[in-house]
């Protein structure tokens, strides 16, 4: 089969799981459904935010007559202690969600799937190196990476995306080594190698295609947990500036008020909830039609 021929059946092949799983899984749809309404909204959100200004963090002029007003009908999700509209903030907070979560898991899907795979085919040395180099980034939380960051570099959004990947990328890593070391042994591998075809060109064409499936699902059921890990570095004040339209920060900013103003932690915090468990059910989802076996599991619970 020529490379042409495997990209194609492997094209396929996605779209063949994906199809299985919609017929087959109501929570994939809601899942979907859930997820493009939030990228809806990382889209479209500076233009439906009723007052786009105030959802970019700065304070209206007439501050003191809007400070902590509750929902209504001009202010759907009320106001903050500063008078601006947490609707537009929230609406607009979507983008950097969603960008936050795209970095991370891209950076530490790509860094950990190269360091897996080479770990797994070259062995020797470069899998003795690269395999403690995981154990010693698992050990690593990523508060502990993110409040390091904030002290030599300040606020940004950097921070956040870096002390993140540091933290995630090993976990990939590892699946993918361990996907790998059975690829790695498979009849057409060990012919490539005796055909004389480079190391590089037999990781990239036959290893690594063939271990990415697995792995990008399970990235997609983490996405989840970056947005939460996200939200909490941004929530203690090591990410992103306190004036951004971030979900964790909008949260913070009303958490000292959250007795009397507490649509304003508790809207942005619905939203976390709501895209996390989106993210959650496609994952589990796709998860469930890779391996059967975990579709079983759901039997014990009920």
Known sequence: MNPLEQRINNVAGSIGLIKRAWRRSARLKAGL?????????????????????????????NAAERMGKPPSLEFPFGTDNLGRDVLSRVLMGARLALLQVLLVAGASLGVGLLVGVYAAYYRGAIETLLNYATEI?????????????????????????????????????????????????????????????????????????NVLPAVLVQAITDLGSVLLEASAINFLG?????????????????????????????????FILVTALGFSMVGDSLREEVDPRMRRRWKLWF
């Open 33 to 61: 459904l859930i997820t493009f309404f939030i990228a809806a909204l990382a889209v479209m959100g500076q233009h439906l935010a009723p007052y786009p200004s105030e959802g970019a963090g700065i304070v209206p002029a």
């Open 238 to 270: 090591l990410g992103l500036r306190p004036d951004e339209p971030d979900w964790g920060i909008i949260v913070q900013n009303g958490f000292k008020y959250i007795t009397s103003m507490p649509w304003v932690s508790m809207f942005p915090g619905l």
């Open 137 to 209: 980034f698992l050990a690593l939380p990523a508060i502990v990476l993110a409040l390091a960051l904030r002290i030599a570099l300040g606020q940004g959004l950097h921070v956040v995306v870096v002390s993140l990947v540091l933290s995630w990328w090993p976990w990939y890593a590892r699946a993918s080594y361990v996907y790998a070391r059975v690829v790695a042994e498979m009849e057409y591998v060990l012919l490539a190698q005796l055909a004389g075809v480079p190391g590089r060109i037999i990781v990239f064409r036959h290893v690594l295609r």
